[in-house]
């Protein structure tokens, strides 16, 4: 009997050894570089009476609001999506392109561009995460309304590069199995019923994450004819991710953060390399 020829795609993994990335491990990179993320602001530089950059904002993440002495800008990454057009808009660089993609933050007010960095709120999820479940989550996917923008990514959790199993986060096909519920999306009034099932359906203790600037915020089209604001005032959320759409790092660093693997990295709107709040240049 001939014997059979090893699949030519069999023997080019051979070849090519190990394809995953060692991101998560001591001194290693995200395999990220230049990805384009959140713009910065640095109020130091507005030009008094200047609104380029609220104008130029679809979503309504860039406002003026009162000031001691003048007015002055509020910037909610929650609903940025990410266009950059507030960095070609703004005439003095106080908006400047970044590669701060690890968003995730455990309140809703951290992703809001703040003079006093501190949060009165709690700073720790949930004490017994780690003693509940371990090095382990298994996580519940709802598209509740996307675009499939955030569904991409998601998909790309699994494959040979990011490997999301190793870290011991699967995905499941039903809510009786899941701990978190991981919603995408607007939350769409045709999806509103059944998300709210799924969360039922799960056993406690759960934990919910709004992956994606639509969950958390509504993004461009929240408070729409067909849709609400993301999951606020919804469900109880314990993780806020937002971006159009979050790339894999950053959904892998915001489930890790809900685990207590990993320090949350944005405070007041700011991003801090080691977890901690950076200086605010208006305190």
């Known amino acids: 009997?001939?014997?059979?020829?090893?699949?030519?795609?069999?023997?080019?993994?051979l070849t090519r050894g190990k394809a995953t990335t060692r991101w998560r491990g001591e001194g290693t990179e995200p395999g990220q570089a230049g990805f384009l993320g959140m713009p910065r602001f640095d109020s130091s530089k507005c030009r008094e009476g200047c609104r380029e950059c609220a104008d130029s904002c679809l979503p309504g993440a860039i406002s003026l609001v009162p000031g001691e002495d003048r007015e002055r800008v509020k910037v909610d990454y929650g609903r940025c999506v990410v266009c950059q057009m507030c960095v070609e808009a703004c005439p003095t660089d106080a908006f400047t392109t970044s590669n701060d993609w690890a968003f995730g933050s455990r309140t809703r007010e951290e992703l809001i561009?703040?003079?006093?960095?501190?949060?009165?709120?709690?700073?720790?999820?949930?004490?017994?995460?780690?003693?509940?479940?371990?090095?382990?989550?298994?996580v519940r996917h709802v598209d509740a309304g996307s675009c499939n923008g955030c569904e991409s990514e998601l998909q790309a959790l699994n494959n040979p590069y990011y490997n999301l199993h190793r870290l011991g986060v699967f995905f499941t096909a039903s809510p009786r199995f899941a701990d978190l519920l991981l919603v995408t999306g607007p939350v769409t009034y045709a999806m509103r019923g059944p998300l709210l099932e799924t969360y039922e359906a799960m056993p406690e203790p759960r934990f919910v994450m709004a992956s994606g600037t639509c969950a958390v915020?509504?993004?461009?089209?929240?408070?729409?004819?067909?849709?609400?604001?993301?999951?606020?005032?919804?469900?109880?959320?314990?993780?806020?991710?937002?971006?159009?759409?979050?790339?894999?790092?950053?959904?892998?660093?915001?489930?890790?953060?809900?685990?207590?693997?990993?320090?949350?990295?944005?405070?007041?709107?700011?991003?801090?390399?080691?977890?901690?709040?950076?200086?605010?240049?208006?305190?």
């Open 113 to 138: 561009w703040t003079r006093a960095v501190s949060s009165a709120d709690g700073t720790e999820l949930k004490r017994e995460i780690r003693r509940v479940f371990g090095r382990s989550l298994h």
């Open 217 to 283: 915020s509504g993004g461009s089209n929240g408070g729409g004819y067909a849709c609400g604001n993301g999951l606020e005032d919804l469900l109880p959320v314990d993780v806020y991710l937002p971006g159009c759409p979050p790339n894999p790092p950053a959904v892998i660093h915001a489930l890790l953060m809900l685990l207590q693997r990993a320090p949350q990295r944005v405070h007041g709107g700011q991003m801090s390399s080691g977890g901690q709040p950076q200086g605010d240049p208006d305190a």
């Open 1 to 13: 009997m001939p014997m059979k020829l090893m699949p030519l795609w069999t023997l080019y993994g």
